[in-house]
């Protein structure tokens, strides 16, 4: 599990020193955590976890997003 800070940048399709600077943020929060890694080439790199305050706020938010999903798709399919 984890990724490197590299790989999260190239998913979220950002720069990685955008993506540095908000993951600087989320660890002042205390939303994830680095842990320092060998990559294959036994280069450096930070592997990113989610911490528990990181999981619970994530849970939180899928569960608001299947809350919209659901209530777009009713009101979808009742023509509002």
Do not use: W
Not at 26 to 38: G, N, S, T, W
Not at 42 to 61: D, M, P, R, S, W
Request: glycine fraction near 6%.
């Amino acid at each position: 599990d984890g990724y490197t800070q590299k790989e999260l940048a190239s998913i979220c399709r950002i720069t990685p020193p955008s993506m540095t600077s908000i993951l600087n943020n989320m660890e002042k929060a205390d939303f994830i955590y680095r842990e320092k890694v060998l990559t294959a080439g036994q280069k450096h790199a930070h592997k990113i976890y989610l911490t528990t305050k990181g999981k619970k706020t994530a849970e939180e938010v899928y569960s608001e997003f299947e809350k919209l999903e659901e209530f777009l798709g009713k009101r979808k399919t009742s023509g509002i």
